[in-house]
Every structure is written in structure tokens, then in C-alpha cells.
């Protein structure tokens, strides 16, 4: 299979397309102003914990409320883990502040590669309803982008690559995935897509 024959690439977004900057110092930062000061360690094993259940649960955060609520829990495991009496409400602000993505290096370069193409891309990713606003922040306005949160369920549930396609007008047959996890090769695979490893760049060029 070569890009020549098809019409559409979807991406995934963490740990493809984009990464987090290391959050730990920031959180560290604005959890000491509220008084709840901890070192670095205990900092990051409370965000480990976080991220294990935001993973899980990323789905759910499926409109502006149900958004700060999910991060409202995401705050109360942290402040659980570091023994913490703050109330959550009083760190959500600073938590999302601290959450800083990055593209990852070429990764804009081979969207726009696959553009030149003629090749229609969307973004399809286990994320909440912000995930559009963070890769506006990133200079990808204008991209397709497809939440689990939209599309009602997590990968390796095919939905969301479904409406990726239905979105992009594109048969499953005629469309791939790159992605970093068993779960967007099983949920592609499911779709009917084809299906190719990460790093985003070395994807491309081995189908060029």
C-alpha cells in the first residue's frame, strides 16, 4: 500500500502528533501557592495516578461541564495522593495551565507533506472536547479533528474512526491510520483502515 493509493490519513494526537511538556514543575509551582507544598517526587507520582485515570475516563469530558468536571476529579486524585484537604475546585485552573503540549519534531512537516498530496487528514484521538482549542494553540486550526469524547467511546472502539471518515467523505478501504498504541491499530483495523506504526514522518516516507 502507497499513499498514491489513498485519499485520507488520520492521526493520532498523544504520543504522535503531539507530546506534554513535563508538568511536574509547574504543578509543583502552583499547588505551593495554594499552600500544598511537596517535592518533585511525590508531585509526580500524584500525576502518574492522575493520568492513569484520565486515560481511562478522557472520553467523558464530552462538552464545556462535563470538561471541568472530569478535570475537577483529575485534581482531587492529585490532591488525594499528596494528602491534600484543598478543595479540587481551587486548582483546576492552575492544573490545565500546567498541561502544555508540543508538536512533536517534523510532525507538522509531514501533515503538510501529506496535504501536498491531495491527501485529506484528520486528527482521531482519545481526548476531550478541548483537544480542538489545544491544537489551535499549536498552529492546526484548520484540521479535522475527532474526539472519543464526540464520538461517544474510547479506541479500540471503531466509532470514532468512523466519523472521522464519514467527516472527511473517504471509504475505510481508501484511508489510514498512524497511530502509537494497540488500540488504534485494533480500532482501525475494526474501521476498516489500514494501519501504520508511529513516528508520524517515518510512517509517511516509508509509504511515499
Not at 499549536?138 to 464526540?150: I, N
Not at 498504541?181 to 474501521?191: L, V
Amino acid at each position: 500500500m502507497r499513499l498514491a493509493e489513498l485519499d485520507a490519513v488520520t492521526i493520532d494526537a498523544y504520543g504522535t502528533l503531539v507530546r506534554l511538556a513535563d508538568p511536574v514543575q509547574a504543578l509543583r509551582h502552583g499547588l505551593a501557592a495554594l499552600g500544598v507544598e511537596r517535592d518533585g517526587e511525590a508531585v509526580a507520582r500524584a500525576f502518574a495516578k492522575e493520568s492513569a485515570y484520565y486515560r481511562e475516563h478522557s472520553y467523558e469530558g464530552r462538552d464545556e461541564a462535563s470538561l471541568y468536571e472530569l478535570r475537577r476529579r483529575c485534581v482531587a486524585i492529585i490532591l488525594d495522593e499528596l494528602g491534600s484537604d484543598l478543595a479540587p475546585e481551587a486548582f483546576v485552573d492552575g492544573f490545565v495551565a500546567a498541561m502544555r503540549f508540543e508538536l512533536l519534531p517534523e510532525a507538522r512537516a509531514a501533515v503538510e507533506g501529506l496535504r501536498r498530496r491531495g491527501l485529506a487528514v484528520a486528527v482521531v484521538s482519545n481526548w476531550d472536547y478541548g483537544l480542538p482549542q489545544q491544537l489551535h494553540g499549536l498552529g492546526l486550526s484548520d484540521v479535522t479533528v475527532v474526539t472519543s469524547a464526540e464520538a461517544g467511546a474510547p479506541k479500540p472502539a471503531p466509532a470514532v474512526f468512523s466519523r472521522a471518515l464519514e467527516l472527511l467523505r473517504v471509504r475505510p478501504e481508501r484511508a489510514l491510520h498512524v497511530g502509537d498504541s494497540d488500540s488504534d491499530e485494533q480500532g482501525a483495523r475494526a474501521a476498516g483502515m489500514y494501519f501504520a506504526p508511529a513516528p508520524l514522518a517515518q510512517a509517511v516516507g516509508a509509504l511515499a
